[in-house]
T-cell receptor, first 109, second 111 residues
Framework: QQPVQSPQAVILREGEDAVINCSSS?????VHWYRQKHGEAPVFLMI?????EQKGHEKISASFNEKKQQSSLYLTASQLSYSGTYFC??????????FGAGTRLTVKP | EPEVTQTPSHQVTQMGQEVILRCVPI?????FYWYRQILGQKVEFLVS????????KSEIFDDQFSVERPDGSNFTLKIRSTKLEDSAMYFC?????????FGSGTRLTVV
């Protein structure tokens, strides 16, 4: 049930873009994206529901391809504050969430 | 904004001792969860709880673990006889509808 995230790690220069992918072998009900800074709790970024919607806030957006059971998180014009580990959480019909292994994003000046 | 509150923030215990991690979910939420995260690793599902009973549990959640909602507000995770490998960050979460809210976690260190 656990989703597969890729890549495992990304290193960017400030201002560059990144895409983080999350895929599932089972039919998804929703996908949640979280960012976690070292030693802190995961912070909710956004949720995408069935229907293939795309969401975004400023320079961070995400899409959900229901047919492919995939979601992608897009970070554009990255800032130093974007550094952290990004987790996707996938929710199935029973509504319990499972997390991917995480993508460690490092943004350098 | 409503929060999920976890106490203590850090617990150190000796191997073999029992620990109880406490959580106060958001008051109108109906579904409750425990997750754990070993340092540097992913967040792992432990257990979900609804209507005063366990809905689902992972293979990690063996006989040493138990959960309780003793008084309608607290949601506790008990580890009966802690092992070194139980050292981790434990996150409580609660949900109504689609939105999960996580607590800030309890760091459990077993020595």
């Amino acid at each position: 049930q656990q989703p597969v995230q890729s890549p495992q790690a990304v290193i960017l220069r400030e201002g560059e873009d990144a895409v983080i992918n999350c895929s599932s072998s089972k039919a998804l009900y929703s996908v949640h994206w979280y960012r976690q800074k070292h030693g802190e709790a995961p912070v909710f970024l956004m949720i995408l529901l069935k229907g293939g919607e795309q969401k975004g806030h400023e320079k961070i957006s995400a899409s959900f391809n229901e047919k492919k059971q995939q979601s992608s998180l897009y970070l554009t014009a990255s800032q130093l504050s974007y550094s952290g580990t990004y987790f996707c959480g996938t929710v199935y019909q029973n509504n319990d969430m499972r997390f991917g292994a995480g993508t460690r994003l490092t943004v350098k000046p | 904004e409503p929060e999920v509150t976890q106490t203590p923030s850090h617990q150190v215990t000796q191997m073999g001792q029992e620990v109880i991690l406490r959580c106060v979910p958001i008051s109108n939420h109906l579904y409750f969860y425990w997750y754990r995260q070993i340092l540097g690793q992913k967040v792992e599902f432990l257990v979900s709880f609804y209507n005063n009973e366990i809905s689902e549990k992972s293979e990690i959640f063996d006989d040493q673990f138990s959960v309780e909602r003793p008084d309608g507000s607290n949601f506790t995770l008990k580890i009966r006889s802690t092992k070194l490998e139980d050292s981790a960050m434990y996150f409580c979460a609660s949900r109504t509808g689609n939105g999960y809210t996580f607590g800030s976690g309890t760091r459990l260190t077993v020595v």
